[in-house]
């Protein structure tokens, strides 16, 4: 199978699962931000041209694997997720299931840099590709839109559970329209927020402050989102492995590649 192939075939996969994405509403900012690197990995723009890969370190290092398993409509997609703590960067790499994957593929979002790179393995060859966000994974206008929805909704305290060994404290989020609950790990050896950081500028009603004390180390575990209108949006999010895992990319084993060459595969 051609590079070419490969591609279309990717994103012929990524138009599949993008139809049962998970509705983003009033989510925890982690998630939300977990969610929308999933778009960012199945819907990956070869087109636009790669940036200077002598930018990137020399390497990539992880130290935690985390594979969130996003249930929706029968149709379950897992996302494993590399991060290590402090690092101001995570990998991913859509699970494909019982599908025949050829080679890996993995993709890494550099906050610091603002540039998202794919690392692909295909055939004894491996290919990089650099886009620049020129922005934050989360914009400001996102931000204050989900923000004002977030202060729609009423917030409680709900039971805790343990999840994986880790004891999570549960949430509940309500309006008129939808139901979330989620249930969050406040000792986690690594969190989404040390990528993106937090906000406190809006929240909902009932909310404890006393939580933001503990968003540095905070990771949801688990996460189950309702629409009480339209029974096909409901969705659920569980992290079903978070295991200490060294995993390592060293860039210079990559050659990368120019949108036109990618094009010209395509044809």
């Avoid at 929805?149 to 994986?164: A, G, R």
């Avoid at 249930?183 to 993106?196: G, T």
């Avoid at 978070?242 to 995993?247: A, I, M, R, V």
Wanted: glycine content about 4%; overall charge negative; proline content about 3%.
């Amino acid at each position: 199978m051609s590079h070419g192939q490969f591609l279309k075939k990717l994103k012929k996969r990524a138009e599949e699962a993008a139809k049962e994405a998970i509705l983003r509403k009033a989510e925890e900012k982690a998630a939300r931000a977990a969610e929308k690197s999933v778009e960012k990995v199945l819907n990956f723009d070869f087109s636009k041209k790669s940036e200077d890969p002598s930018i990137l370190p020399k390497s990539y290092e992880f130290e935690w694997k985390y594979v969130l398993q996003m249930q929706t409509n029968n149709n379950n997609v897992n996302m494993v997720y590399y991060l290590k703590p402090d690092a101001k960067y995570f990998g991913a790499k859509p699970d494909m299931g019982k599908r025949k994957q050829v080679g890996s593929m993995y993709m890494v979002m550099d906050e610091s840099l603002k540039v998202m790179t794919l690392f692909t393995d295909m055939n004894e060859q491996k290919n990089g590709h650099i886009l620049s966000t020129n922005e934050n994974l989360i914009t400001e206008d996102e931000d204050e839109d989900e923000n004002e929805e977030i202060e729609e909704f009423t917030f409680k305290e709900i039971d805790t559970k343990t999840i994986l060994g880790y004891e999570c404290q549960g949430f509940e989020l309500e309006s008129g329209e939808y139901n979330i609950k989620m249930y969050i790990a406040f000792d986690a050896p690594v969190s989404f927020n040390q990528v993106f950081g937090t906000h406190t500028k809006h929240i909902p009603k009932g909310f404890n402050p006393k939580w933001f004390e503990l968003a540095d180390n905070s990771l949801v575990l688990e996460m189950d989102f309702t629409h009480k209108k339209k029974k096909k949006y409901n969705s659920k999010m569980v992290c079903v492995a978070l295991d200490n895992e060294s995993t390592s990319i060293k860039v210079d084993e990559y050659q990368f590649i120019k949108a036109d060459s990618v094009m010209s595969t395509e044809d």
